[in-house]
């Protein structure tokens, strides 16, 4: 029961970093309609978001399950966790839609593309748990859209909540490589699994305190 909690709160959190974004194409897609649509286009986006979500981690988790795939999506993961520290660019320009179906129809394709590294992400954590994928991206969404604002100022303000969920994905990542046997058996034959999910949570950390330290200083002189 306990391992199934962590599970849950884990996914939360992933889902909860790596949705900042899509909170706030939800808020622009919405914005110019009446109030009364505003929160139709909020419900029926939120619906159909999450209906594709599950039905794409769902898919995910047996893609995940073929030799060499979980690998590759262990290394596409692993550069998500480092993206999500070093990478400042903004959200890509949004249109405001004018009519109710148009604000729908811009929250569920925007939601799809933008979650493709949290689709990726849960599947790899979830160990084929169905029931917890669809709890922890039932609740996690929700929470999103009707807290966009304070999500967006948590992650602001306090950057430990960024890390900390690098961090996670970075070790998701880690043991998602050591999960696919075939390239284990390959190249990890004489050094303990458990090294490299620690190792890539040590390397994704580091690399956004790098771009903080390190290459932020540097940008001043310019």
């Known amino acids: 029961m306990l391992d199934w909690i962590l599970l849950f709160l884990q996914i939360m959190l992933i889902n909860i970093v790596l949705s900042g974004d899509n909170a706030v194409v939800i808020a622009l897609a919405s914005k110019n309609l009446p109030p009364d649509q505003r929160k139709q286009a909020i419900w029926w986006g939120a619906f159909g978001a999450i209906a594709l979500r599950v039905l794409l981690t769902i898919i995910a988790v047996y893609i995940l399950s073929v030799p060499f795939v979980q690998a590759l999506g262990s290394v596409l993961l692993f550069w ?8 400042e660019e ?12 148009k604000a729908i129809r811009t929250i569920i394709v925007a939601d799809f593309v933008m979650s493709l590294d949290n689709v990726l992400a849960i599947a790899a954590k979830a160990n084929n748990n169905l029931a917890v994928i669809i709890l922890g991206i039932g609740l996690s969404v929700p929470i999103i859209i009707w807290g966009s604002t304070m999500v967006m ?36 034959t004489d050094v303990p699994h458990w090294i490299v999910p620690i190792a890539a949570t040590i390397v994704v950390v580091g690399a956004g305190f790098w771009k903080k330290i390190i290459l932020k200083p540097r940008t001043h002189h310019f």
């Open 80 to 87: 998500i966790a480092v993206k999500l520290l070093i990478d």
């Open 153 to 188: 100022k948590l992650l602001t303000k306090y950057p430990i909540f960024v890390y900390l969920g690098a961090a996670l994905l970075g070790y998701t990542a880690g043991e998602m490589f050591v999960k696919d046997k075939v390239v284990t058996d390959i190249l990890l």
């Open 90 to 101: 903004g959200i890509s320009d949004v249109k405001e839609a004018s009519t109710l179906w």
